[in-house]
C-alpha cells in the first residue's frame, strides 16, 4: 500500500459526459500529479500540483483540468469525454517538488462507452 | 512523447535466473527512476539514481547509469515468480523545478517457476 488513494477504482460512463476523480496523498506529501496510462499511448504525464499550486503540465488536453486543495487533495476532472479519454488514470505524491521519487496510487480505471 | 527507449520489450526467464533490462533517454537528466507495475495496477518505486552516480544497489536491484551514453540498466538477481511485472524507466525533464516523470514504454518480464 503507497499510501496514496484514489477513487472511484473504475468508472464507465458515455461520450459527452464529464467525471471527477480524486485523489488523496500520502500524508504529508505536498506534491501530487497525475498520468494517464493507456495502450497507444503509455504512460503520459498530465499535471503536478506542490502545495496548492500548478507546478509543471503535460500532455492534458483543454477539457481537462486538475486541482489541488488546501487540505492537500487533488482532483481531475475530465469533460466532454470520448471514446479515446478511456484509460488508467494514475496519481502520484511525493514529499518534495522535484528530484525525489513518486508514489502510486492504484489508479481509476476509465471506460467512456 | 516518450524520453526513452526500453530493451527488450519483453523477457521470459527461469526462476533464478537474471534478468537485465535496458533504457536510453534522450535528454540531459538530474536523475532517473526504475519502477514496478504488476498487471493493471498502481507503479511501485523501485530505485533513483542520480546523475552523478553510476551504480546502485537495493536487495537484489542493481541498477547503472551511464550518462555519456544516456543509458541505464536494471539487473534483477535470482529471480522469482513474484517479479513477474512490467519494468519502466523514467527520468526526469532536465528541470531542477519539477517532479514530473517522463516514462519509457516498459519492459515486461515473465518469470516462470
Known amino acids: 500500500d503507497s499510501g496514496v488513494t484514489q477513487t472511484p477504482k473504475h468508472l464507465i460512463t458515455a461520450t459527452g459526459q464529464r467525471v471527477t476523480l480524486r485523489c488523496s496523498p500520502r500524508s504529508g506529501d505536498l506534491s501530487v500529479y497525475w498520468y494517464q496510462q493507456s495502450l497507444d499511448q503509455g504512460l503520459q504525464f498530465l499535471i503536478q500540483?506542490?502545495?496548492?499550486?500548478?507546478?509543471a503540465k503535460g500532455n492534458i488536453l483543454e477539457r481537462f483540468s486538475a486541482q489541488q486543495f488546501p487540505d492537500l487533495h487533488s482532483e481531475l476532472n475530465l469533460s466532454s469525454l470520448e471514446l479515446g479519454d478511456s484509460a488508467l488514470y494514475f496519481c502520484a505524491s511525493s514529499l518534495r517538488g522535484a528530484n525525489t521519487e513518486a508514489f502510486f496510487g492504484q489508479g481509476t480505471r476509465l471506460t467512456v462507452v | 512523447s516518450q524520453q526513452g527507449e526500453e530493451d527488450p520489450q519483453a523477457l521470459s526467464i527461469q526462476e533464478g535466473e537474471n534478468a537485465t533490462m535496458n533504457c536510453s533517454y534522450k535528454t540531459s537528466i538530474n536523475n532517473l527512476q526504475w519502477y514496478r507495475q504488476n498487471s493493471g495496477r498502481g507503479l511501485v518505486h523501485l530505485i533513483l539514481?542520480?546523475?552523478?552516480?553510476r551504480e546502485k544497489h537495493s536487495g537484489r536491484l542493481r541498477v547503472t547509469l551511464d550518462t555519456s551514453k544516456k543509458s541505464s540498466s536494471l539487473l534483477i538477481t535470482a529471480s522469482r515468480a513474484a517479479d513477474t511485472a512490467s519494468y519502466f524507466c523514467a527520468t526526469d525533464d532536465g528541470s531542477s523545478n519539477t517532479g514530473k516523470l517522463i516514462f519509457g514504454q516498459g519492459t515486461t518480464l515473465q518469470v516462470k517457476p
Open positions: 500540483y506542490y502545495n496548492g499550486e500548478e507546478r
Open positions: 539514481i542520480r546523475s552523478n552516480e
